[in-house]
């Protein structure tokens, strides 16, 4: 399927297979060409026509940003790159044979492969969780764009909110984005005061974010939510949701159960545990058994060396034992870092040498409220910490609109990090590399 695949070796070029094209995926490729230019081919591998910036989603689902807004389609990006690029989804990966069989019962060989998949959203794991039961995502756009229309749908004739974060969850950021942005366009259309606002998560306490707190994460989101009359439960463990109603366990330190919530809604958004896709589930070596790509501190897979993992779809460990299970986030500035690299340690080994280079793995990351916002820096991701940061503010509203425009042009561009980003990062002392 992909001309000049290993078995054609004219050209003697590698073939570096990216399959994956969210957040990590689009920047790896653009990373490899920079790195590489036209010395070997670089394919691009997509079950979706399009590339869409995730962290865009919540604001789909209150009506802020179109599907076209925060969405490229890839074909023609990739054709002015000189990448090649195919729309197909992976339906099982054969390590072995260096070769990835496709849905549609075709093929993809490759010399290096680097996994770019992002979660697969367990709305499974809990009867009655997701937009084909009773609860709305904004995981995806177009889970987003399910979500809008509900809400509009709800702001007609409002009632409760429950929203939050499953157990199990890792991505805890855009489930308070979700909470507060809603908050703000129902005081917008004034008619907060018929909605009682319910905030659930996995987590032992509000602004834990799977890291453990940053500064003070906890300060800081508690204080919003109060401002905003929203109440929590914290250790939530959702048990099952029924049309209109979520049950909901509360546990104590030590993982018993402390109350037993019945919670009434008429719309909620509750984000799901992640797991690995199916094509790489159980291999083993490979994943472990979330079916999370196992690396190593170069990004490369023990087993199979000529295997990159990147982003959402890598096994990092959790930080401590929570009563209710948390996952660790991946968020955008660490997957970069990841991106690079992996782009700096394929070039290497090209080139005959052992690759060296490491991801900081630091999370920063942006939480906008609609108004105002939470940023968080944690260096590195785990306590104790260099540096360990939180602050709020209208400021952080207003960047993260600024860092959407520019991300998306930068990937309508097809560039790199710029100036103007290396000289932000280096002002917040942040680097992608070790
Ligand atoms: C709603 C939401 C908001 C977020 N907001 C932020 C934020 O504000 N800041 C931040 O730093 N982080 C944020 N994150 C976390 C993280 O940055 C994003 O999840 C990011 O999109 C992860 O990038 P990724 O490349 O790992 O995966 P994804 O962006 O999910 O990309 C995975 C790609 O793989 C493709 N794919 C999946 N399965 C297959 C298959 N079988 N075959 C072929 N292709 C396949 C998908 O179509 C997709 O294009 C957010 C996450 C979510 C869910």
Redesign the pocket.
């Known amino acids: 399927m992909v001309s000049g695949s290993p078995k054609d070796k004219r050209m003697k070029k590698a073939v570096i297979v990216v ?10 490729v653009f990373d490899l060409k920079a790195e590489l230019g036209n010395s070997h081919q670089i394919v691009l ?4 026509e ?9 604001w789909v689902g209150v009506g802020w940003r179109t599907k076209g807004d925060i969405t490229v389609e890839l074909a023609p990006l990739m054709d002015r790159h000189g990448i090649d690029f195919i729309q ?4 099982k990966l054969r390590p072995e044979e260096n070769r ?1 069989e ?2 549609d019962g075709s093929s993809v060989d490759y010399d290096f492969l680097v996994i ?5 959203l367990a709305f499974d794991e809990i009867e009655g969780l997701g937009p084909e039961g009773h609860t709305q ?4 756009v177009d889970h ?1 764009l399910q979500a809008n229309a509900a809400f509009e749908a709800f702001c007609a004739d409002p009632g409760p909110i429950v929203v939050g974060a499953v157990q199990g969850a890792s ?1 805890y ?2 489930a308070y ?2 909470a507060m942005i809603m908050e703000k366009e129902l005081r917008s259309r004034k008619i907060r005061d018929r909605v009682p606002m319910t905030f659930v998560t996995a987590e032992p306490y509000i602004g834990h974010l799977g890291l453990g707190g940053v500064g003070d994460t906890k300060g800081l989101l508690e204080h919003e939510l109060r401002q905003r009359s929203v109440r929590w439960i914290t250790n939530a463990k959702v048990e099952k949701v029924e049309a209109g109603a979520m049950t909901v366990s509360e546990l104590n330190d030590d993982g018993t159960e402390k109350t037993k919530h019945q919670l009434e809604f008429k719309y909620s958004m509750m ?1 799901p545990a ?1 797991r690995g ?3 790489v589930r159980d291999i083993e070596g490979l994943v472990n058994p979330r079916g999370f790509i196992i690396v190593d501190k170069h990004q490369r897979n023990p087993k199979y060396p000529n295997i990159f993992g ?5 096994a990092i460990a959790p930080l401590e034992k929570t009563p209710v299970p948390t996952g660790v ?7 970069e870092s990841m991106v690079l690299a992996t782009a700096k340690n394929i070039k290497a080994i090209l080139a005959g040498k052992d690759p060296v280079d490491e991801a900081t793995w630091n ?6 409220f609609g108004d105002r916002g939470v940023a968080f820096l944690a260096q590195p991701q785990n306590p104790p910490r260099n540096v360990n940061w939180a602050s709020e503010g209208m400021w952080v509203h207003l960047a ?1 609109v600024a ?1 959407e425009k520019y991300f998306l042009r930068k990937v309508r561009k097809g560039i790199t990090e710029t100036y103007y980003e290396s000289a932000i990062m280096k002002m917040l002392a942040m680097h992608k590399l070790k």
């Open positions: 399959l994956g094209a969210g957040l990590g995926g689009v920047s790896m591998v997509n079950k979706t399009s590339f869409q910036f995730t962290p865009s989603n919540p197909a989804s992976a339906r990835i496709m849905e770019a998949t992002g979660p697969e995502s904004v995981c995806t987003a991505c950021g855009p984005e979700y984000l992640f896709i199916g094509a990147i982003g959402v779809a890598i986030p991946k968020t955008g500035y660490m997957i999370a920063f990351c942006l939480a906008d993260k860092f």
